[in-house]
């Protein structure tokens, strides 16, 4: 497996405009999260869903951002209209729950998104 | 509700030294514990894990051993090298299958 697939690696956007990010999920993986990452607030989850319903969407920081999984097989997070404040790496993960032992999350290389 | 905390960085070391990164976590029942860490440039990638109290997580020469008496799982290398260069998550997983992760560590080793 190619393990999770975001695109795009990069985007740069104006303000206002729509922005949308996309993952593939590892094949099999039933969970799948949306993290930003930045400087000053680490990583923090937006939003995850099991079996693609959104399960706790509870870090998602306002109505500009959404997120559907419409398949077991994609994903998108939307921010709608984008601020510069916006600016972050967004990562996709995935993973699923074994019988025994802990879960293990993959995460892909993640969209590093700038607002100007 | 759950939280991790880990020791600020940047943590700046000569090749051969001995790492300790510190995590602690505040957490309801008994949770999972991992580390995970991201290289320049990439996503965040499984390092080590233990499930249950005592437990010890080792991979790639890192070692955490889950201590629940103290509520901590610090990360331990006897020797660094140049390449362990990356920023490094401590995170835990209570109910559900969310993690909760701390803000991150980054270790600088030099040559």
């Known amino acids: 497996d190619a393990g999770v697939i975001q695109s795009p690696r990069h985007e740069v956007t104006e303000m206002g405009q729509e922005v949308t990010l996309r993952c593939k999920p590892i094949?099999?993986?039933?969970?799948l999260f949306w993290y930003r990452q930045t400087m000053m607030r680490g990583l923090e989850l937006l939003i995850y869903?099991?079996?693609?319903?959104?399960?706790?969407d509870s870090g998602m920081p306002e109505d500009r951002f959404s997120a559907k999984m419409p398949n077991a097989s994609f994903s998108t997070l939307k921010i709608q209209p984008s601020e510069p404040r916006d600016s972050a790496v967004y990562f996709c993960a995935s993973s699923f729950l074994p019988r025994t032992g802990a879960p293990q999350a993959f995460f892909g290389q993640g969209t590093r998104l700038t607002v100007v | 509700g759950n939280s991790v905390t880990q020791m600020e960085g940047p943590v700046t070391l000569s090749e051969e030294a001995f790492l300790t990164i510190n995590c602690t976590y505040t957490a309801t029942g008994y949770p999972s514990l991992f580390w995970y860490v991201q290289y320049p440039g990439e996503g965040l990638q499984l390092l080590l894990k233990?499930?249950?109290?005592?437990d010890k997580g080792s991979n790639k020469g890192f070692e955490a051993t889950y201590r629940k008496e103290t509520t901590s799982f610090h990360l331990e290398k006897g020797s660094v090298q140049v390449s362990d260069s990356a920023v490094y998550f401590c995170?835990?997983?209570?109910?559900?299958?969310?993690?909760?992760f701390g803000g991150g560590t980054r270790v600088l080793v030099k040559p």
């Open positions: 869903f099991n079996n693609n319903v959104p399960i706790d």
């Open positions: 995170a835990l997983k209570a109910a559900g299958n969310k993690l909760t």
């Open positions: 233990a499930t249950k109290a005592d």
């Open positions: 094949s099999g993986h039933d969970y």
